[in-house]
C-alpha cells in the first residue's frame, strides 16, 4: 500500500510540468491573458500542430488580473509584445496544457524585463535563477511596481487565499 502511495505521489510530482521537446518557434502574440500568459500564433511556415498556442512565460509568476498589480502587468506585457512578432523558447508543457517558454522580442528577454520592472516575481529554478533574483532585489530595493506596496502578496499564495482562478 505505501508503494503505491508513493508511485501515486512520484506520478503527480512529474505531471505538473512536463518536460517538452525544447524548439524555437517565431510568431506573433494575439491576445494577453494575464502578466505572464499570452495567446501566440506561430508563423504560417511553422507546421505547428494547433493554429495558437497558450504559452506561459517562463520563471516568472505576475500578479492574478484580480490581484493588485495584477492590471498593471497585463498592460505592460501587452505593450511589450501584443500583435508584435516575438519568438518563443519552449521549455515544458504544464498541467492546463499551456506551453511554458521564455518569449523574446528582439534581444529583449519579456519575462526578465518584467521582473525587472517589479511587476512579476521570479520563479527560476534554472541557472537564471541568479540573474532574475538580482533582477528582483534592484526592483525591490528601488520600490518598482508591486514592490512600491509594503508587502505584496505573491500569486502563488494569492491563488491559495482565492481558489475560483482556472489557471
Known sequence: MKQAFTLWCLLMLTSIVLPARAEVI???????????????????????????????????????????????????????????QVVIDTVATDIYGRTIAH???????????????????????????????????RARSSGRGLWQDAAPVPPWVWRRTHPAHGH
Not at 520563471?59 to 484580480?66: C, F, M, Q, S
Open 26 to 84: 517565431h510568431g506573433v502574440v494575439i491576445a494577453v491573458i494575464d502578466g505572464d500568459t499570452v495567446l501566440f500564433r506561430p508563423d504560417p511556415y511553422h507546421p505547428a500542430r494547433r493554429a495558437f498556442l497558450k504559452v506561459r512565460l517562463a520563471d516568472i509568476d505576475a500578479p492574478e488580473n484580480d490581484q493588485p498589480y495584477g492590471n498593471l502587468a497585463a498592460r505592460a506585457l501587452t505593450a511589450r509584445v501584443l500583435h508584435r
Open 103 to 137: 518569449v523574446r522580442r528582439g534581444e529583449h528577454e519579456i519575462g526578465a524585463e518584467m521582473v525587472q520592472d517589479g511587476l512579476a516575481w521570479t520563479a527560476a529554478r534554472s541557472r537564471r535563477a541568479r540573474k532574475l533574483a538580482e533582477a528582483q532585489r
